[in-house]
């Protein structure tokens, strides 16, 4: 279990372990369909987090990685095929973690939600555009800032 969250009830923390999945299909189903590239990099970034993600978040990704291929297919099939209902509710669950979030070491929900932001930005960036260039569509990029998550910084 991840230090961190000792404090938390069981629902509280399957909320913040299923952040990185939801974040990934958010920005991967921004243009109404989730590709396989944006899937393997949102896989890809969870893999790499548990080795690279900053040292406190390092357990956090490991646990989070244990399933996250899995949890990523599960919530598609789950959740509304249209975008702008899929996005919603999503969102509606991302919110859970304003009260969440305070109850957690401050240090740790600040580089949570910053990794949070990256994981978005790095899906948001794994298909599309030419070269590398323009890859972030206008949809991908209205979620890409996770307004829907209060900055932990400010409390």
């Known amino acids: 279990m991840v230090q961190e969250f000792k404090t938390l009830r069981d629902d509280e923390?399957?909320?913040?372990?299923?952040?990185?999945?939801?974040?990934?299909?958010?920005?991967?189903?921004?243009?109404?369909?989730?590709?396989?590239?944006?899937m393997d990099q949102a896989v890809e970034i969870a893999n790499s987090k548990?080795?690279?993600?900053?040292?406190?978040?390092?357990?956090y990704y490991r646990e989070v990685g244990k399933d996250f291929p899995t949890k990523f297919k599960a919530y598609v099939k789950?959740?509304?095929?249209?975008?702008?209902?899929?996005?919603?509710?999503?969102?509606k669950e991302l919110q859970k973690l304003n009260h969440i979030l305070p109850k957690i070491d401050?240090?740790?929900?600040?580089?949570?939600?910053?990794?949070?932001k990256d994981m978005a930005k790095k899906v948001a960036e794994a298909s599309g555009g030419?070269?590398?260039?323009?890859?972030?569509?206008?949809?991908?990029?209205?979620?890409?800032?996770?307004?829907?998550?209060?900055?932990?910084?400010?409390?």
Request: hydrophobic letters at 45%; glycine letters at 4%.
């Open 130 to 155: 030419i070269l590398g260039y323009m890859s972030v569509s206008y949809d991908e990029a209205k979620f890409m800032e996770l307004s829907m998550i209060d900055n932990p910084e400010s409390y």
């Open 106 to 116: 401050h240090a740790f929900a600040v580089k949570l939600y910053a990794s949070l």
């Open 13 to 38: 923390i399957e909320v913040l372990l299923d952040a990185p999945v939801l974040v990934s299909i958010l920005i991967a189903g921004a243009d109404d369909k989730i590709d396989e590239d944006e």
């Open 50 to 59: 548990q080795s690279r993600a900053r040292e406190q978040l390092i357990d």
């Open 78 to 91: 789950k959740l509304p095929s249209g975008k702008e209902a899929r996005a919603a509710e999503i969102e």
